[in-house]
């Protein structure tokens, strides 16, 4: 449609009949980001009615914006070509395209990670429109655009926009040491839902609540992460404070636009981090009118999570405090699982990952007999000391006076006995211009226990006892 001046004219309509036609040419304007013109920006439903979809089925308020429609037309024009099948959730959640490998200045290449992993796909040169329109999820809440929004909506949609995870972050469910029970319940409540939806049917229904609980840097919120990245849903991770407003009536409005967009978006997934801040027992002494309105919003809200989304949006929230949670929230949870403190097997796992790739001279041996010198350590224990052995072979590049030429020509700290050993120092190599020749010791189990020797763990048994009584109470163990 793209003239020989390179102007954007107005689409045509999309045919009635036979495979649907999206005629929009001037890919090269799109390539250089140019906007569209104002009479283009949203497409009705009236102007590109067809047989072949129904946009109403998706959720939609009769529009298509500029942004969707050019989707459509990315999509329709991609047939015949490999494309990325992991890199494209960041369009519309659309299924069959690489966006992250397109370039303006090449083709629609494969990048080389999407071809390393086998993530792509081919697009038959006669794949019907129809088909690939089944493939696109639109994922932005109704109405289309805040262009239809008053100025306060658009404000409190613009404010929970943020609080969508684009980005998936790496955090695999191999990833999370130990915690079977908790992973396999999660499971159960964010996989099959999607995938195998034929599972639910009669009165089996999938979970709508899970609230984990447990001392602090046990793994609940790296727990929500695998999900984020391991769930074929819209994720939205929310701080209580992000629902928190200084203006009287806004918060509970930002409770209703949070899952209103999580409906909107399903399937989708409510994280709730430190959900005693914000659902706190009612009745007490200090309680505001502001508290007791948001935490009436949010019951009101979990309590039609299941009913108006046939449970496609799930609500996951975690705090440390479970007692301090309102009875009426708590009970709002399907399932309350205990997040406790690593075992042995678990420990002994983190030091591992932790450690990484960081040269060591550790053997299998030494991992298990340093797990039992961090019993009581939480996962975040274990990560902070780690990270303070990692910094052991600085400090003895700091004081050493000895340094010996390794076989790759750089230096090494060593004992004053070690043949082949200089006396000098980092400051003196460093003056010479040789800062770049020194290298660092690989890391050994006795850096390990220099450093265990002085740490401590931060949950105390007072804390465990309170968490073990609540699970005899109310919850089930998640280990």
Not at 26 to 33: A, H, S
Not at 194 to 214: D, E, M, N, T
């Amino acid at each position: 449609m793209g003239g020989s001046n390179g102007t954007l004219r107005s689409p045509a309509r999309i045919q009635k009949t036979g495979a649907a036609k999206l005629v929009h040419r001037n890919r090269q304007r799109w390539r250089r980001g140019g906007e569209p013109r104002e009479y283009s920006d949203y497409i009705t439903e009236r102007r590109y009615r067809s047989n072949l979809f129904d946009v109403a089925d998706k959720n939609r308020d009769g529009m298509l914006d500029f942004e969707e429609f050019l989707t459509l037309h990315f999509i329709y024009n991609q047939r015949g070509y490999t494309s990325c099948k992991d890199c494209s959730v960041v369009l519309l959640g659309i299924h069959f395209v690489c966006v992250k490998c397109y370039d303006a200045g090449k083709d629609y290449d494969l990048c080389c990670k999407c071809y390393g992993n086998k993530s792509y796909s081919h697009l038959d040169d006669h794949t019907d429109f129809r088909d690939i329109y089944s493939l696109l999820e639109l994922r932005k809440p109704k109405p289309a655009s805040a262009a239809y929004l008053d100025p306060d909506q658009a404000k409190l949609m613009a404010g929970l926009n943020s609080a969508i995870i684009r980005e998936k972050p790496n955090v695999k469910w191999n990833d999370v040491a130990g915690l079977e029970s908790a992973k396999q319940a999660l499971q159960e409540a964010v996989m099959l839902p999607v995938k195998f939806l034929q599972f639910f049917v009669g009165k089996r229904r999938p979970w709508r609540a899970f609230l984990l609980y447990g001392p602090p840097g046990t793994g609940k919120s790296f727990l929500a992460k695998a999900i984020a990245t391991e769930a074929d849903s819209t994720f939205f991770s929310i701080s209580s404070s992000d629902l928190l407003s200084k203006w009287m009536g806004e918060s509970g409005k930002l409770v209703s636009k949070l899952f209103q967009m999580a409906r909107d978006s399903a399937p989708s997934i409510i994280f709730i981090d430190e959900i005693d801040f914000l659902g706190d027992q009612r009745g007490e002494g200090n309680e505001s009118e502001t508290s007791r309105r948001i935490k009436t919003e949010v019951l009101v809200q979990m309590q039609g999570v299941g009913r108006h989304t046939d449970g496609k949006v799930l609500v996951l929230a975690a705090t440390n405090t479970p007692y301090a949670l309102d009875q009426a929230i708590r009970r709002r949870f399907d399932r309350r699982i205990y997040i406790p403190l690593p075992d042995l097997k678990a420990r002994q796992h983190m030091l591992k990952v932790h450690l990484g790739d960081t040269p060591h001279n550790l053997t299998e041996s030494d991992f298990k007999s340093l797990a039992p010198k961090t019993e009581d350590f939480s996962g975040s224990d274990i990560a902070v000391c780690v990270n303070d052995v990692l910094f052991e072979p600085v400090r003895k590049a700091q004081h050493a006076t000895y340094f010996v030429k390794t076989p790759g020509g750089l230096l090494m700290p060593c004992e004053p006995k070690q043949p082949g050993a200089v006396q000098t120092t980092m400051q003196e190599l460093a003056a010479k211009g040789l800062a770049s020749k020194i290298t660092l010791p690989p890391i050994t189990k006795m850096d390990f226990d220099k450093v265990l020797a002085r740490q401590r763990p931060t949950v105390s048994k007072a804390d465990l006892e309170v968490h073990e009584r609540f699970t005899k109470e109310f919850g089930e163990a998640g280990r």
